[in-house]
């Protein structure tokens, strides 16, 4: 990523940020709880990839937003 | 008995099958949430982030499809029928002949679609009874 191409981000990308931790967050218990209620190893072994990629995911959206955390303005802008 | 016939162990939470379904079907809907961010995104870096997060969310999605088809727990609707193909493929040709059509007018025979096309329109090799 370039930091020149940095923006503060809008309202919208904020919500859209939040809403997929939320759905990586939901997705990663759901895989978690199927993982260890299966007797199936090949399930078991798919949902233990998925909990990696998933968790990657939240680790990448998180650090979105610590990334455009300095450009936030503190006061609401025209 | 019934719940005896099954290779589930009863005292599960749930069936392994039902379980993935919802992982699977959680999985499609947060693609699509991740599309749509991707064409609201304003900040470039994003933009490319929501991107990639896509492309990911859709691979896995399709590893676990494949995974359930492997393991018969996903039917698939059934083989649609070569008369409605052929209908389809017919309409199409005309809908794109059509198209062409209008931006030819639109735009006086400029840019590429001013150009003859190399290949030959299309002629469907089916003649079916019910549609010609």
Known sequence: MQSGQMQAITGKELEYIVDSISNEDLLIKQCAATAATSQNPAIQQACQQYIRSMDHHLEMLVQALQQHQSLAPNQPQQ | ?132
Not at chain 2, 5 to 31: C, G, H, P, W
Not at chain 2, 60 to 73: A, H, T
Not at chain 2, 105 to 118: E, I, V
């Open chain 2, 1 to 132: 008995m019934y719940y005896q016939n099954q290779n589930q162990n009863n005292s599960a939470f749930m069936q392994d099958e039902d379980l993935l379904y919802t992982i699977l079907a959680d999985l499609k809907r947060t693609v699509r949430e991740y599309t749509t961010a991707t064409t609201e995104s304003s900040c470039p870096t994003v933009r490319q982030l929501f991107t990639q997060l896509t492309n990911d969310t859709l691979r896995m999605q399709g590893e676990l499809y494949n995974l359930m088809k492997q393991m018969n727990m996903y039917s698939t609707s059934s083989k649609a029928l070569r008369q409605d193909v052929d209908k389809q493929i017919q309409d199409a040709r005309n809908t794109q002949q059509k198209a062409r059509q209008f931006v030819q007018q639109k735009t006086g025979g400029m840019g590429q679609y001013a150009q003859t096309p190399n290949v030959p329109l299309h002629q469907p090799n089916i003649h079916n009874p019910y549609y010609m």
